[in-house]
């Protein structure tokens, strides 16, 4: 029986290889799988890792991908450094979207071109209240922030099935779910004529150095680690625990609304029933691949835009529903675990 | 009057995957591990059980591919959880995410299919009771073996060593390990009832309640379950009670659109998640009345 022996030390080198480990294990593992399912594994993984990297339109659309899943995934290792289990990233994104929709759609037609800035606040608003929910449950009345802002996921999801069915719906829309296309003045404006990359990659790269100074180099960012590592070190430090739900979940809340606010005012350019393919939960698994650090978040997410884009690319390269997605996300996460396990623990043969 | 017997009995029928999945995260929480992968084993289990039923023709054999496959999953769980004692939260998390992924990739050959189950059996003589008959004996089989399973985890739980040890490897691992209990395999064997109770649940769902297979469509059923192992303060008759309080709710938006009321069909499908969240934050308001009940070693990893 193998057993496991703690380390005296976490591994450093272990730190860094398990998601290296985990990428391997997910290979294998989707190799396995198209096989199973009868497909060439050397053009199965090729559609996943090679096809989209192939032309300059794809490296744009994984630009495109990687906005919301970075910017999520931030605010999540924020919260989960200090040990806040915020879940709900997916319905902070989505009331983002509502809100940065709503002002979107309140533009007239002799709006400056400047109303986008005031659309992607309207987002940062949207995402930032609806963590705020959950922040003041947890704060006030000791509520599980998991269930709470999983729960909060669902009502978002609703809420704009409901706006996009209702109140919201172009009336010119042939009777589709949708909402009136945004004029041009609340778009966020496009980077490169041709692809359909916005200037929401360069805020994200600006939210990166924040989000990095603000982990690394401030106080509040130092308090909220001691809470995450020490809980009690942090209580007898006099550094309130309160503190730490109320920062972790408000900045989630706005990046994630943030991100939000980018894909309507973006890509999509009017509400649809379905703003996020799973971003928000997609950017857990970021989060942690990038070991709750900013850096490794942008190669995460950039691993995950491309599984984004395989799953996308597999119905018609490979005729395998693009479904196959969140089957290697939840491969992704799950080889993760097991490779972290080698950070604490060495295995013994005996 | 016959209205009433109906509501009451549509209650209970959308009470029972709650109070399956809720009374198998109980035995599983009791044993000290928090499973968050409930919701994705109660969908892998939908699939699973729809796709079984659907081939077979036997609702039977699509309940036990159900619970099956959900113990299958809990498998998964307790080799990361227990055996290599990761993050109880991130794993359960991952077997949600993996659930949702699997069964929306494995179910797509099922969506638009339907299975021609009864959904209602009438018990001998009781049925033809005026009101009762409506009300309590006109259900499927489960909702009765629901009630007869919260009993015996009740009775297990309270009145047998079986039930004394799984208590005992909660509240203290390090006092059961010393005494000589095997702690991890007591709760892989926890964790798996947990698997299969949710796997009854998510084939009920997808074989009897709905009947039709839809991708995610255990549509959160899973968290609630958690969230009335807390609301139940871990004691398995309120779990019952709450189970059956959040399948009224669902049954109030069904009643309030039958009346006529003009509220858009969303905004009532959102009430049993607002019910969570307000139930939640009632029941948690006093920290001390939720760690007094709580078990002791709830989500904390051991190994020996």
């Not at chain 1, 005296?8 to 272990?14: E, F």
């Not at chain 1, 209240?129 to 669902?154: C, K, P, Q």
């Not at chain 2, 959900?70 to 307790?78: A, D, K, Q, R, Y």
């Not at chain 2, 179910?107 to 339907?114: E, I, N, P, R, T």
């Amino acid at each position: 029986m193998p057993r496991l022996e703690a380390r005296p030390a976490p591994s450093p080198l272990m730190g860094y290889l398990a998601p290296v480990l985990a990428l391997g294990l997910t290979v294998v593992f989707g190799t396995l799988l198209f096989l199973a399912l009868g497909k060439s594994p050397v053009a199965g993984l090729r559609v996943f890792f090679v096809t989209p990297l192939e032309t300059l339109r794809g490296w744009s659309e994984v630009g495109l991908k990687m906005v919301p899943l970075l910017l999520c995934a931030l605010g999540l290792a924020i919260c989960y450094r200090s040990n806040v289990w915020n879940i709900g990233a997916e319905g902070q994104f989505v009331v983002g979207g509502i809100a940065a929709g709503g002002v979107a759609l309140l533009a007239g037609a002799d709006a400056p071109r400047a109303y986008f800035v005031i659309v992607l606040a309207g987002g940062i608003v949207g995402g930032l209240a609806w963590a705020g929910v959950t922040a003041f449950l947890r704060d006030r009345f000791n509520a599980n922030e998991i269930l709470v802002s999983l729960m909060l996921t669902y009502v978002g999801g609703l809420l704009l099935i409901y706006l996009v069915n209702g109140p919201w719906k172009d009336p010119k829309g042939f009777n589709f779910p949708y909402s009136k296309t945004f004029d041009a003045a609340a778009m966020v404006p496009r980077l490169f004529p041709g692809t359909r990359l916005t200037w929401g990659i360069v805020l994200a790269v600006v939210v990166l150095a924040a989000v990095w100074l603000f982990l690394a180099r401030s106080k509040a960012g130092f308090r909220l680690a001691v809470a995450g590592h020490a809980p009690l070190a942090a209580r007898f430090a006099g550094f309130s625990a309160r503190e730490g739900i109320w920062l972790s979940l408000l900045l989630c809340g706005a990046l994630a609304g943030l991100a939000g606010a980018l894909e309507v005012a973006g890509p999509l350019g009017q509400l649809t029933p379905q703003i996020s393919p799973g971003y928000g939960f997609a950017a857990i698994i970021v989060a942690w691949l990038g070991r709750l650090h900013p850096g490794g978040c942008v190669f995460a997410a950039f691993v995950m835009a491309l599984i984004y884009i395989g799953g996308e690319l597999s119905q018609s390269r490979l005729g395998l529903p693009a479904a196959i997605t969140g089957v290697f996300q939840g491969m992704l996460l799950l080889a993760l675990l097991t490779a972290d396990t080698f950070i604490h623990y060495r295995v013994r043969w005996r | 009057m016959e209205q009433l017997a109906a509501l009451i009995a549509a209650t209970l029928s959308a009470g029972t995957p709650l109070l399956l999945a809720g009374i198998g995260l109980l035995v599983n929480e009791r044993s000290g591990v928090l499973n968050l992968g409930a919701e994705g084993m109660m969908l892998i289990a939908a699939a699973a059980g729809f796709a079984v039923g659907f081939h077979t023709g036997n609702p039977v054999a699509g309940l036990a591919a159900g619970a099956l496959a959900g113990v299958l999953f809990s498998l998964i769980f307790s080799a990361l959880a227990i055996g290599l004692a990761t993050n109880q939260y991130a794993t359960g998390l991952a077997l949600t995410l993996f659930g949702a992924g699997l069964s929306a990739f494995a179910g797509l050959a099922y969506v638009g299919k339907s299975v021609p189950f009864k959904s209602t059996f009438e018990v001998p003589g009781l049925s033809a009771l005026p009101f009762l008959g409506t009300a309590f004996f006109k259900l499927h089989p489960m909702v009765y073996l629901a009630l007869a399973l919260t009993g015996l985890v009740a009775w297990v739980l309270a009145r047998t060593r079986a039930g004394l040890v799984i208590r005992a490897v909660g509240e203290s691992p390090e006092s059961a390990h010393a005494i000589g209990y095997p702690v991890r395999l007591i709760r892989v064997g926890a964790v798996a009832f947990g698997g299969a109770c949710c796997g009854l649940a998510g084939a009920y769902l997808s074989l009897v309640y709905t009947p039709l297979w839809v991708e995610g469509m255990v549509a959160g059923r899973g968290w609630i379950a958690l969230a009335l192992t807390t609301f139940a303060t871990w004691r398995p008759w309120r779990i019952a009670l709450g189970a059956y309080l959040f399948g009224s709710v669902t049954m109030i938006q069904f009643a309030l659109q039958a009346e006529g009321v003009e509220i858009a069909s969303q905004l009532l499908s959102m009430l049993p998640y607002i019910a969570t969240i307000v139930v939640l934050a009632l029941i948690s308001r006093n920290p001390a009345f939720i760690r007094l009940n709580m078990p002791a070693s709830l989500g904390k990893p051991f190994h020996p």
